[in-house]
């Protein structure tokens, strides 16, 4: 076996240095030759390791006594002493809650080891708007399910009164080493499930799940602008971590009802509106509907059926600003069904004009049909 650093040497502190003085100095050191500043650096692993073994002595007052006295030999020999570490997974389960690397270090991962705080799960749940409320914006109450802490237990699972028992399979680690030959392979423990605890008696309320299913109601406040692709987000309001970490998300998706009159293409809107044959050819100001109710609109003489016109800034908000889409009025000739008398005799007479006066247009049409034929 090499002979080790001294530990004081390691943490670089004085022998009579207080525990703060070698807390500071081995975060300062972890800090530095952490592997996930280091990736793949096997020198920087060593140290990481040296100064977790280093602090993991110097911090026990116990542990530390013996040392004082005996050097590492104090240490050895079965008394429960030195602790190998014989991954960076176990420096995480021995030191990392205690100096928060997870979140240091952008979290979440999980070295294998006892595992640290994890966020709870996110829920869904849907809102129907109509396009006027997702056109200005609007309050909603929404309604999702969610797993809440069992208030009988306190969410441990465990019947009041009585607490969860340190896994005897894994002696609360949430972990177990497997050895084969010179491997050791590091898995979760099949009897805890990774917590190192082990539920005796459970708690007759939630047969100690420690979660109880309830449905929330929350008031969100909606933005102009959104359309079925939206999603808001509700922070905290979903599962509960599973080991004291912070509740997950309600996710809310957002559907737009339809529209009678109106369709949206991103946020422009469209419409059709029909128009008298007489109003076409003649020109005239029709009732546009709008968001808002309807507005009068000019349309030229002579204009086709199937014309668009475009009304600036008549669309839906964009989201999160201040412009606004168009809107897209097409109109068309409605040839009505049933004729008044009246009616009947007006067009009556407008086709005997028509038949020796015939329009540019389909007089065009017509010589290009008989163009087509002509043999
Ligand atoms: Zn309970
Ligand atoms: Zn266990």
């Known amino acids: 076996m090499a ?24 975060r300062k050191l972890a800090m530095q030759y952490h592997p996930d500043r280091n990736p793949g650096d096997k020198e920087a692993e060593a140290k990481f390791k040296e100064a977790a073994e280093a602090y993991d002595v110097l911090h026990d007052a116990e542990k530390r006594a013996r040392y004082d006295q005996y050097g590492q030999a104090g240490l050895n020999g079965g008394m429960g002493g030195g602790t190998q570490f014989h991954d960076v997974s176990d420096i995480f389960e021995a030191f990392g809650d205690v100096f928060g690397f997870g979140d240091l270090f952008g979290g979440g991962r999980g070295y294998g080891g006892r595992q640290r705080p994890r966020r709870g799960a996110d829920v869904r749940c849907l809102v129907q708007l109509t396009l006027n409320e ?3 914006g609007v309050k ?15 969410g441990s699972g465990s019947k009041p009164g009585s607490e969860p028992q340190t896994c005897p399979y894994c002696n609360g680690r949430g972990h177990i080493i497997q050895s084969q030959g010179f491997f050791s392979v590091q898995t979760v423990c099949p009897n805890c499930h ?11 309320d939630c047969r100690g799940s420690g979660l109880t299913a309830k449905t929330v109601e929350r008031e969100i406040e909606i933005p102009a602008g959104v359309d079925n692709s939206t999603q808001m987000r ?17 996710f809310v998706s957002i559907q737009i009802l339809e529209h009678p009159i109106f369709t949206r293409d991103g946020n422009n809107l469209e419409c059709r509106v029909p128009i008298s044959y007489a109003q076409a050819a003649l020109g005239a100001t029709i009732e546009i509907p709008t968001l808002d109710g309807t507005q009068p609109y000019e349309i030229p003489a002579g204009t086709p059926t199937g014309k668009v016109f475009r009304l600036k800034g008549k669309g839906m908000p964009e989201l999160r600003s201040s412009r606004k889409g168009d809107l897209l009025v097409q109109v068309y000739i409605d040839v009505p ?14 086709a005997e004009i028509e038949e020796v006066n015939v329009s540019s247009g389909r007089k065009g049409f017509w010589d290009t049909i008989t163009s087509l034929f002509k043999k």
């Open 234 to 250: 509700i922070q905290g309001e979903g599962n509960p971590s599973p080991n004291g970490g912070p509740n997950g998300d309600c």
């Open 134 to 136: 997702a056109a200005n």
């Open 140 to 154: 909603k109450t929404v309604s999702f399910h969610r797993h809440e802490h069992c208030q009988n237990c306190s």
């Open 194 to 204: 990774g917590t190192g605890k082990v539920i005796t008696d459970p708690c007759p």
């Open 337 to 350: 069904k049933k004729l008044t008398k009246e009616h009947e005799e007006v067009l009556r007479k407008l």
């Open 3 to 26: 002979t080790k650093r001294d530990y004081y040497e390691v943490l670089g502190v004085d022998k009579n240095a207080d525990q703060a003085t070698i807390s500071a100095a081995y």
